[in-house]
């Protein structure tokens, strides 16, 4: 996957335009952000907030780029310092944009956090249109009840879509397509090779974060945290050699990351290790240490060491 360090050269004249998406979490914006794109710019989960930063997402074709915005869930409690960030960012995501798309789980009816994103819509001055993008339609046992439910929260949607991010790629391009057809005369905002503005070292940390959500249990994969700290590019024939912390805030939750004679940090590393090389389409050897960083989402310094502007 290409990453912020791109140089492919635009045409002449150029179409472009930036497309936010927002929804409460686990509703499969990044699925969505994904299938647009054609490879994995973010992390996937069952988890809610897996998705913490503002990834970009970055598709050209020919003489038109589309630049996603994936955007945290809309989530209520949480007062850490990261949580505060996180809700910034959505808030900053919607503002300035071409077109907005509001995912939605078709499989439920609206929710609070539902309601929290309309309040967000509605609280907008006029501008970019929303999109009712209804995912899960092939799971959902009343779609069109539940996408006339959320309409009502607020009715200035342009359009209503029902699609399945996973497992409808058409639908998805489709509405990429509607999408080009949207956009106006404008300078690339990006080269024409990259698919992400995420550095490659961002980019592994997010995956290996992914892994170890998905390994871990109860409370303890909302207090983890990622960060390369040294990438060395292959010598000769040798591999891609990565070192990367797992930041962990109380000891306790470092011996379960470890796990019994280092099983569970083994796992994490196996199935992280397994989706970057088929990403990179290279050898790769991931070295993972476990290290306690006390309270580091309420530690403005530590959220900057991870990239975040709190």
Not at 12 to 37: H, R
Not at 244 to 252: R, Y
Request: no cysteine.
């Amino acid at each position: 996957m290409t990453t912020a360090e791109g140089q492919g050269d635009a045409p002449a004249t150029t179409k472009s335009g930036f497309v936010a998406i927002v929804g409460k979490p686990n509703v499969g914006k990044s699925t969505l952000l994904n299938t647009m794109l054609g490879v994995k710019v973010a992390p996937i989960t069952p988890k809610p907030q897996t998705t913490r930063r503002g990834v970009r997402g970055i598709y050209t074709q020919e003489d038109k780029q589309l630049v996603f915005v994936d955007t945290p869930g809309m989530h209520r409690g949480g007062g850490t310092t990261l949580d505060q960030v996180m809700h910034r960012e959505i808030r900053d995501a919607v503002v300035d944009v071409d077109v907005v798309l509001w995912v939605v789980d078709l499989r439920r009816p609206p929710g609070q956090e539902d309601k929290d994103v309309a309040r967000l819509l509605s609280s907008l001055p006029p501008g970019a249109p929303v999109f009712l993008i209804g995912n899960k339609v092939d799971a959902a046992k009343y779609p069109d009840e539940a996408l006339d439910l959320y309409k009502d929260l607020y009715p200035a949607v342009e359009r209503t879509i029902a699609i399945s991010a996973l497992n409808d790629p058409k639908a998805v391009y489709a509405l990429r397509d509607d999408l080009f057809d949207r956009l106006t005369e404008a300078p690339f905002f990006y080269p024409t090779d990259i698919r992400s503005d995420q550095t490659r070292e961002q980019w592994a940390a997010e995956l290996i974060r992914e892994s170890a959500m998905i390994h871990l249990r109860e409370e303890i994969p909302y207090s983890v945290a990622v960060q390369v700290v040294d990438w060395q590019d292959p010598v000769g024939d040798g591999p891609v050699v990565i070192t990367a912390e797992i930041w962990v805030e109380k000891s306790g939750h470092r011996r379960i990351v470890i796990g019994k004679g280092g099983l569970m940090i083994k796992e994490i590393g196996r199935t992280a290790r397994k989706q970057l090389e088929t990403f990179m389409q290279e050898r790769l050897y991931l070295e993972l240490e476990v290290v306690v960083r006390s309270e580091w989402r309420r530690d403005k310094e530590a959220l900057r060491e991870l990239g975040y502007e709190p």
